[in-house]
């Protein structure tokens, strides 16, 4: 059974900072490494799909590096903004479904 | 385009009884979730389909049923509500599971 752990729980930085999310999964044997974003009481929002087959992906101030063979992924922010602050979650793909970890509660202050 | 919408966004229901939970995309997609997020327990696959007529149970099935007689829509029951169930519930579809899933707003529910 895929198990997927994100380290921190939570993470308080001041505006401006760059930082790494982590995402770690048991079962390698994944389709694609998906990071989400969710806002308190929304639902979530997807950042960054990264393949099987790639490394990482970027968009914009976000990049998300994926390691199979070690069964971890990063989130990187550069430059965090007081908008960047939510919950970012990542999940692994199997055949059929997602499992996500319990998520990274990110708060920037101005 | 809607994307994925789910009704209703709120619900109080008293043990013991029934509801049904609907929701609905407009992006024919093929694959759709049914979660529930718990604090501290994350986000749960309840059931899902990977497309129309089909169903399927994922991690946590006990005490709920699904439909997914349309293609665009997928329906999620509860036929007699426990306060265990009291929970934040999310429907996701996307093309295929290689695709990138998108959300819906949520429903939450409380049952007393």
């Known amino acids: 059974k895929q198990e997927v752990t994100q380290i921190p729980a939570a993470l308080s930085v001041p505006e401006g900072e760059n930082l790494v999310l982590n995402c770690s999964f048991t079962?390698?044997?994944?389709?694609?490494l998906q990071w989400f974003r969710q806002d308190p009481g929304k639902g979530l929002t997807s950042l960054l799909l990264i393949q099987s087959s790639q490394r990482e992906q970027t968009s914009g101030r976000l990049n998300a590096s994926l390691d199979k063979s070690s069964g971890r992924s990063t989130l990187y922010i550069a430059a965090s903004q007081p908008g960047d602050s939510a919950t970012y979650l990542c999940a692994a793909s199997g055949y059929s479904t997602l499992t996500f970890g319990k998520g990274t509660m990110l708060l920037v202050s101005p | 385009n809607a994307g994925v919408t789910q009704t209703p966004k709120f619900r109080v229901l008293k043990t013991g009884q029934s509801m049904t939970l609907l929701c609905a995309q407009d992006m024919n997609h093929e694959y759709m979730y049914w979660y529930r997020q718990d604090p501290g327990m994350g986000l749960r696959l309840i059931h899902y389909s990977v497309g129309e007529g089909t169903t399927a149970k994922g991690e946590v099935p006990d005490g709920y049923n699904v439909s997914r007689l349309k293609k665009q829509n997928f329906l999620l029951g509860l036929e007699s509500a426990a306060p265990s169930q009291t929970s934040v519930y999310f429907c996701?579809?996307?093309?295929?599971?290689?695709?990138?899933?998108?959300f819906g707003p949520g429903t939450r529910l409380t049952v007393l």
């Open positions: 079962d390698s044997a994944i389709y694609n």
């Open positions: 996701a579809s996307s093309l295929v599971v290689v695709n990138e899933q998108f």
